[in-house]
């Protein structure tokens, strides 16, 4: 088939819609990704990228159309609105003039904003190709917990904006089934809901391998991923204060985000230097050999609604290295590691549990890590191995082209 994907954020930047379009491709299909200009997490255009800089270009037989944005910058809510604004404006004009018109399927990866599905619904109307929508992130409910949006008009609007999305949409497919209510609630039908959970990039297999800078002795609880406000690391930050009289337990942080100037200052200001190391970021292909030097993987959410219904990506890529995991959210996602028998959880936001866990978790004997971490090795295998998602896509293609 002839697959056009609407995702504000591609290759080079780090998300599983770039193993998606590269899925599709290993399985015989023609993929055309319409994006916007690479520049999260830093909030700044990736080197090599601009306005009038690779916009058109092929990356593993993919093509790829990048609309001309306002990069996200780092702190400012205005900035990113216009950065979400901008997208659509963009990415709806570049369709217009410089895509093709024959498309079998318009598949949408949402993660925030829902608005990602606006130059969708635009290429659907020139093409009248059916559009699979991903819902990542649950709107309106991310706009009120995470976007910090309280004004009941403003909701309301987003709501109807929601509501508008979905209805030009032939599936709307979530990544938890804790957002199944929600989705019908904005006038979705069940039989236009479909469940397709994540899954772990095929590197994340690999065997033990060394990462590209050192790690500390010890053992190591790690976080790998966005840093930012979601994540709720001033909770992290004081499980790390209740631990330090254990010189042996190291917080080991790899990624990049928002929150991560913030939580440089605190580990200063705490005085936790020995214990909380700040990794930075690495491309995907670096992560399998950081996980094979964890004893633990870190999962957390901070203590909002619609965090309790959501399964963080990450869960699936630690499950998928076959590592314990230590989990600090509430849920689906803590729901899903207690299932497979791959760890333990503690409420969201609770720094005082989570510090129990992990004094508990690095008392444990290596042999009953390692039984952990195969239990959630093996679910991961039934339950999210990537052949078996990308077939359940080609499935609900094939569906709606009928």
């Not at 936790?272 to 992560?287: A, C, D, F």
Request: glycine share 8%.
């Amino acid at each position: 088939m002839n697959v056009l994907i609407v995702s504000q954020h591609f290759y080079p930047e780090n998300f599983r819609i770039n193993d998606f379009a590269e899925a599709l491709i290993e399985r015989g299909h023609q993929v055309t990704v319409l994006t916007g200009i690479p520049n999260y997490p830093e909030g700044r255009f990736f080197s090599g990228f601009g306005l009038f800089s690779r916009t058109n270009e092929v990356w593993n037989n993919i093509r790829i159309i990048r609309s001309p944005i306002v990069a996200r910058g780092r702190a400012s809510k205005l900035r990113l609105a216009v950065n979400y604004a901008s997208f659509v404006l963009g990415a709806s004009i570049a369709g217009l003039l410089r895509l093709g018109r024959k498309y079998d399927v318009i598949f949408v990866h949402e993660t925030s904003p829902v608005t990602v599905g606006i130059p969708a619904i635009v290429m659907k109307k020139l093409t009248g190709a059916p559009i699979l929508f991903w819902v990542l992130d649950l709107w309106p409910e991310y706009a009120s917990d995470a976007g910090g949006i309280k004004s009941k008009m403003a909701l309301e609007w987003i709501a109807e904006l929601t509501r508008w999305i979905y209805s030009h949409c032939d599936l709307v497919l979530v990544q938890s089934r804790g957002f199944v209510d929600s989705v019908r609630r904005m006038g979705v039908a069940e039989s236009r809901i479909r469940y397709f959970p994540s899954w772990a990039e095929s590197l994340y297999s690999i065997s033990e391998s060394q990462p590209p800078v050192s790690l500390p002795a010890g053992f190591k609880i790690m976080f790998a991923g966005n840093v930012g406000e979601c994540q709720d690391f001033p909770s992290i930050l004081r499980a790390a204060e209740i631990t330090r009289h254990r010189p042996d337990i190291h917080w080991v942080i790899v990624g990049d985000g928002r929150m991560l100037p913030w939580v440089k200052e605190e580990v200063v200001k705490r005085n936790l230097g020995n214990t909380v190391h700040l990794m930075g970021r690495y491309p995907v292909e670096s992560m399998p050999s950081f996980y094979s030097q964890a004893n633990v993987m870190l999962v957390t959410l901070k203590a909002e609604g619609i965090f309790a219904l959501t399964i963080p990506g990450k869960v699936q890529s630690y499950l998928a290295c076959g590592k314990p995991v230590i989990a600090m959210l509430d849920g689906e996602g803590a729901k899903i590691i207690e299932e497979a028998g791959a760890g333990f959880a503690c409420p969201a936001s609770d720094a005082a549990q989570l510090a129990s866990m992990v004094e508990r978790v690095a008392s444990m004997d290596k042999s009953e890590l390692h039984r952990l971490g195969e239990q959630g090795k093996k679910f991961y295998e039934t339950e999210f191995e990537r052949n078996v998602a990308i077939s359940r896509a080609e499935a609900m293609f094939k569906e709606v082209v009928q």
